[in-house]
Structures are given as C-alpha cells and as structure tokens.
C-alpha cells in the first residue's frame, strides 16, 4: 500500500512553511543590504548580482524542476525581496530626513 | 564594526541553496501527486487545494515580506511544479499507452 495523496500533501505543507521560513529570512538580509547601499549611496539593483544569484540557483538544481522553472522561480523571489528592500530603505531615508 | 553587504550575500546564498533543496523536494512530491491522480483520473488542477496552500502560506507569513509577496511567489512555485507534475503524468501515460 503505497502514500495517499494527503499524504503527499502533509509533506508540501511541511515544505511550505519552511519556504515561507526562509523567504522571510532572505528578505530580511536584503533589507539589510539595502540599509548598507543607502549609506553608501549605492543604487539597489545590482544586474551583476542578480546574474550570479540566477546562475548559483541553476548550478545548485537537480531537478526535477527545470532551469527555466528555477530561474522564473528565483525572479520572483529576488523581485519581491526588492521591493520590501525599496520600501525600507524608503521609510529609513524619511526617518532620517526627519530627524535633520 | 557591522557586518558588511558581502557578508549578507554569503547568507543569502545559503539560503538559496536550501530554497532550490525544497522546491525540488515539493516538485517531486507534486509529480508522485499527479501520478496518483493520473492513475485515479483526477484533473490535475485543484483550484481548492490552490487556494489552501495559499492560505496557510500567509498564515505562516510572519514578514517581512507581506501577503501578496508570498502570494506572488507561491503562485509561481505551484505553476512550475505543475507544470513539471503535467510533464511527468503526461510520459508515464505514453510509457503506459506503449506497454498496452
């Protein structure tokens, strides 16, 4: 007798709540890097950075997705991760702007 | 002395390593799916399911990346993991036509 379905799909839950885990933690170290670019006076995209991130997400792939799918994946990690980035580094720059 | 952007990086590329661990982890969870429901003549898609694994996803979410953040990248994970489920589902079926 082999898995169910739900079976299967308890283990995604499981997965999922870790990828959520994760995301955040990511996100929260790109809050970081764009709270240090901002003192630097860097912009905060960085298509170098981006490449690499991309090619270190495909080397790193075994399957059985594809590159393409972790590549479109990754897009779209790195894409929100930005934004929360921008929207930080945002409302630190109004602080400070305040606080002048 | 703070950490500095390189370090932050070296975080991130950790957690990316582990991001593309789990996803191929859940992709191979999701084709065992579809050959269950293959084998049960099930559609793949499962909007009810769609919406549940998006639901508990912001429930997890504890940010700093918000709702329709985790929202976006979710829809795009469940896209290509059943975009991989089809592919699977669809050459274990030829497999099967051809043993007829």
Known sequence: MGLKIEDYRAE?????????RLLNMRARLAVEIGVL?????????????????LARACRANDGPLDDGAVIKIFR???????????RRAE??????DGAD
Chains 1, 2 share one sequence.
């Open 12 to 20: 995604i839950d499981v997965i999922d709540g870790e990828l959520v």
């Open 37 to 53: 670019k901002r003192c630097a006076a860097l912009p905060l995209y960085d298509p170098d950075r981006e490449r690499g991130v």
């Open 76 to 86: 779209r990690i790195i894409g929100e991760s930005r934004r929360v980035e921008a």
């Open 91 to 96: 409302s630190l720059a109004a602080m400070r």
